[in-house]
């Protein structure tokens, strides 16, 4: 897997290739006001946030997975009480807007910094940040079916 600065390059470039739009990274301010409100991110996803924020609703990906912009980024006890993980952020959304993508950073499902699909019984579909990034990017069926239910 390639390093956070060279998987936002290589996202950059493919997002570009593939015709969608390059949307510029935040601010260090804008991720510091995040964390404040929302605790702190997994370096890799800060990485991430401060080279490219996230992607427009339409994605050119053949997953149809979309990574949100930070403004995006919300609490998955916000937008679907009940669900698993419930202190997780969601981070993604798939099948424009089916499933979506929620990072772990406690560690309440399973490792920490963990990707999972949300619902009732969470399925997790990465190890990290970047390695959910590099499946978007490689339109990776890991993204819908998972390495192993939690």
């Not at 739009?21 to 995040?34: I, K, M, N, Q, Y």
């Not at 605790?39 to 924020?53: A, E, I, K």
């Not at 807007?97 to 019984?121: C, H, K, T």
């Amino acid at each position: 897997m390639l390093e956070a600065t060279s998987l936002v390059a290589e996202f950059r470039r493919r997002l570009h290739d593939e015709g969608g739009s390059v949307r510029p990274g935040v601010s260090e301010e804008a991720l510091r006001v995040f964390e404040d409100v929302h605790g702190p991110l997994p370096v890799d996803m800060r990485s991430f946030y401060l080279g490219v924020d996230g992607m427009e609703a339409h994605t050119p990906f053949e997953s149809w997975a979309r990574i949100l912009p930070l403004g995006e980024v919300v609490p998955v006890r916000q937008d679907f009480p009940g669900d698993q993980p419930e202190d997780a952020l969601l981070v993604g959304d798939g099948m424009i807007s089916a499933v979506f993508f929620a990072i772990d950073r406690s560690g309440s499902a399973g490792p920490p910094g963990s990707l999972y699909l949300v619902g009732p019984q969470p399925l997790r579909v990465a190890r990290s940040f970047s390695e959910f990034v590099s499946h978007v990017l490689n339109d990776s069926p890991r993204l819908y079916h998972g390495e192993s239910p939690v």
